[in-house]
T-cell receptor, first 110, second 115 residues
Framework: KNEVEQSPQNLTAQEGEFITINCSYS?????LHWLQQHPGGGIVSLFM???GKKKHGRLIATINIQEKHSSLHITASHPRDSAVYIC????????????FGEGTQLTVNP | NAGVMQNPRHLVRRRGQEARLRCSPM?????VYWYRQLPEEGLKFMVY????????ESGMPKERFSAEFPKEGPSILRIQQVVRGDSAAYFC?????????????FGPGTRLTVT
């Protein structure tokens, strides 16, 4: 079983819909990261969380440390949000490296 | 301030050749991480380096792969005698120091194709 599990693997939405991507992890962590990867493109860091909730524009990320769970929400989704969203954790025992989920492929149709 | 730079962006090698992937960290960053993304799979840690030191190479395949980060110049990931299974996107990331949060900045990646 992977240390970091994301769901769903694939998600298709209509423009304007509210989107939620989930991430569960099984290790003690120092921080959790949400990353975005466009097709053939690089990786952009969206959020880094160790507790609570963060908001940036239409994106909201929450984390529940006790339940070892995080969610990424996108409000008023747009076709340009189509990308792979990746959850990654910095565990308390793994040095500085990150451990990644498999990613969620999001497609937002106009 | 330029971001993390990787070159080449695309690299094609025949089986048995060597591949050299370069990563220039952000200015002021002395820690570099290499990750591999196989087709249809998630990112996997390979190696973590500081200038002139390998800190953690637990994710590196035991054979054919090596990495260095010299005092001057970029970090190099070297793959000898490439095989088709090495075809993947290789990302490097950098940070100014060892961080408790794992905060790091990613490069655009090098897409290696082995024919």
């Amino acid at each position: 079983k992977n240390e970091v599990e994301q769901s769903p693997q694939n998600l298709t939405a209509q423009e304007g819909e509210f989107i939620t991507i989930n991430c569960s992890y099984s290790v003690g962590i120092s921080a959790l990261h949400w990353l975005q990867q466009h097709p053939g493109g690089g990786i952009v860091s969206l959020f880094m969380l160790s507790s609570g909730k963060k908001k940036h524009g239409r994106l909201i990320a929450t984390i529940n440390i006790q339940e070892k769970h995080s969610s990424l929400h996108i409000t008023a989704s747009h076709p340009r949000d189509s990308a792979v969203y990746i959850c990654a954790v910095k565990s308390q025992t793994s040095g500085s490296r990150l451990t990644f989920g498999e990613g969620t492929q999001l497609t937002v149709n106009p | 301030n330029a971001g993390v730079m990787q070159n080449p962006r695309h690299l094609v090698r025949r089986r048995g050749q060597e591949a050299r992937l370069r990563c220039s960290p952000m200015k002021g960053h002395s820690h570099v991480y290499w990750y591999r993304q196989l087709p249809e799979e998630g990112l996997k840690f390979m190696v973590y380096l500081q200038k002139e030191n390998i800190i953690d190479e637990s994710g590196m395949p035991k054979e054919r792969f090596s990495a260095e980060f010299p005092k001057e110049g970029p970090s190099i990931l070297r793959i000898q005698q490439v095989v088709r299974g090495d075809s993947a996107a290789y990302f490097c990331a950098s940070s100014p120091r060892r961080t408790e949060t794992g905060e790091q900045y990613f490069g655009p990646g090098t897409r290696l194709t082995v024919t």
